[in-house]
């Protein structure tokens, strides 16, 4: 191929990616609101939509239509995926968040192996020594800081082959489906409410009859427990 050819192609595709992503960038927004209305108020808006614009952008230049994918579900999944590895990234969360975390998991694993059974939250917060009010709001950030890795479990967003890295995935998924299967009722409808039905906080409160912040209590709880019993995961003792 001439140069002049090349560039022409060059020129021409740049052309088609473009026009993909504008007419694409409501698509980002729609996302973006989607994801923000599952996830607690800290979490900003405008920062999804940056994010997501990058995926949009990756996506439109990697777009293949031979792979018999719409351009429209392939952007989603790059555009989702850009979204949580920048919520991974940014990692607002406190270091004190992430330390409460793992230790309410590690009281609540303590308190299970003893007890067999489910630690209560009333148990977890004494042996936390803080009041249950308190408790609650470890809950809540716990449901922001874990979201990376139960996102990260499901993202396709990396087309790549490895099969090696696939047989991980599903090993992980099948410990974590048992996991969830596992869990008190409130909790593992919780999970299915927000990961399966895509119910955001305030919808899961109001099928639950309980407010908003309660249900991302529930959430966060739910996440904890996942970490205690999914320990040998997480390289925890």
């Known amino acids: 191929m001439s140069p002049v050819a090349a560039y022409s192609s060059t020129a021409s595709g740049k052309r088609a990616a473009d026009a993909l992503v504008v007419r694409h960038a409501e ?20 920062d999804l939509i940056q994010a ?33 590895d920048a919520l991974r990234k940014l990692d ?32 977890v917060a004494a042996a936390l020594g803080v009041a249950i009010e308190d408790y609650g709001r470890i809950m809540q950030d716990a449901a922001v800081c874990h979201l990376g890795n139960l996102e990260e479990a499901d ?12 047989t991980s995935r599903g090993e992980l998924r099948t410990a974590v489906a048992g996991a969830i299967a596992s869990l008190p009722e409130r909790e593992a409808l919780v999970m299915s409410l927000y990961y399966d039905e895509e119910l955001n906080l305030k919808e899961i409160g109001a099928v639950l009859g ?28």
């Open 27 to 46: 698509l980002v927004k729609r996302i973006a609101f989607h994801l923000a209305g599952r996830l607690p108020p800290s979490v900003e808006v405008d």
């Open 52 to 84: 997501g614009m990058i995926g949009l952008l990756e996506a439109a230049t990697h777009y293949n239509a031979d792979r018999g994918a719409s351009f429209e579900t392939y952007a989603g999944i790059r555009i989702r995926g850009a979204m949580i």
């Open 92 to 123: 607002w969360a406190p270091r004190s968040v992430h330390r409460k975390a793992r230790e309410a998991a590690k009281v609540m694993r303590e308190i299970e192996d003893r007890e067999g059974r489910e630690a209560r939250d009333s148990e």
């Open 155 to 166: 993202s396709i967003a990396d087309n790549s082959a490895d099969p090696a890295r696939d």
């Open 210 to 237: 309980v407010s908003e912040s309660r249900a991302c209590q529930l959430h966060g709880q739910a996440l904890v427990r996942l970490r205690a019993r999914l320990r040998d995961w997480h390289g925890e003792d």
